[in-house]
């Protein structure tokens, strides 16, 4: 099968919606076309920070529709699936299929907190149902309450031959490595979760990251990576460290409404989150600003 599209920068898309929540078709086509001329090398539909957790089946088909339509195939168009039934998560990755996504991704079971042997038939189940097309694990233990085990996905990548890689989102480098080293052998790819480590994950191994900042700040996300591919390591940690501080601010907002307003900071026109979420604080959005023009991003107002 072939893996090797699954690398590079790929941010969860924001999912810009008007005053009544509705989905901003408009928007949504600028911030596809902002993210693929920023460089990066694929676009995730409903990641964590696309507030996927806040849409219907119906709002997602209708946002995947957008992105499909507008990437028109210039980078590779992930879906991801959250649900917690088994049922409705093959439904939600058959609907990537149909629509053309080179891959889906599957988010652990929220709320619950399932054993090793239900979590091995939960991935196995929708990875049967793809007949074949890739499908990613995503370990979230942060928004889950608990995580994949290095175990349970050495099993599950060398049962199922579709499950080709992994988001990891632990935070945790030795983590990260460990699937790495255990997945070497069948070519498992591991992409890492947390914007503050991209370097460390390429430097054990990992094929690229899952960024948010990406869809706001895609060229400094992207250099990380492409800088590190070219073998400018030290060009590559010192993006790291100037991403760092501009990613950490986001901590003092409610998650995940730091990422729209960066975006709208910057003039990216992202919308309000989804309620009960709100935007940042005044007092945050300074703090979002001040980070901004500290490294350069932002004009200071006079």
Known sequence: ?????????????????????????????RHV??????????????????????????????????I????????????????IRTKACVELARMGKEKGCAAVSVL??????????????????????LEGLPMLLY?????????????LVERLSHDNRNIIGMKDSSGDITQTEEFIRRGRDIGFRVMCGKD?????????????????????????VCSIYS???AG????????????????????????????KDYGNILGLDLGKPFLPNKPSTDQQIKGLKKVLIEYGYLKEEL
């Open 33 to 66: 076309d902002f993210v693929i001329k920023g460089g990066v090398s694929g676009i995730l539909a409903f990641g964590s920070n696309s507030e996927f957790y806040m849409m219907d089946k119906e709002e997602q088909e209708t946002v995947l529709d957008i």
């Open 68 to 83: 499909m339509d507008q990437t028109a195939g210039r980078v590779p168009v992930y879906m991801g699936v959250g649900a």
């Open 227 to 229: 800088k590190f591919a």
């Open 196 to 220: 503050t480590l991209i370097f460390a994950g390429l430097c054990v191994g990992a094929v690229g990251a899952v960024c948010c900042t990406a869809n706001f700040l895609p060229e400094l």
């Open 232 to 259: 400018d390591y030290s060009g590559s940690r010192e993006a790291q460290f100037v991403l760092n501080p501009i990613r950490l601010q986001m901590d003092k907002s409610s998650f995940p409404v730091a990422m």
């Open 1 to 29: 099968m072939e893996v090797d599209f699954f690398k590079g920068i790929i941010p969860p898309i924001a999912t810009p919606i008007d005053e009544n929540e509705r989905v901003d078709e408009k928007a949504l086509r």
């Open 139 to 151: 370990n979230n233990p942060g928004r889950t309450g608990y995580g994949l085990s290095q175990d």
């Open 108 to 129: 652990q079971p929220m709320f619950l907190k399932p054993t090793e042997d239900e979590l091995y038939t939960h991935f196995s189940t929708i990875a049967e149902s």
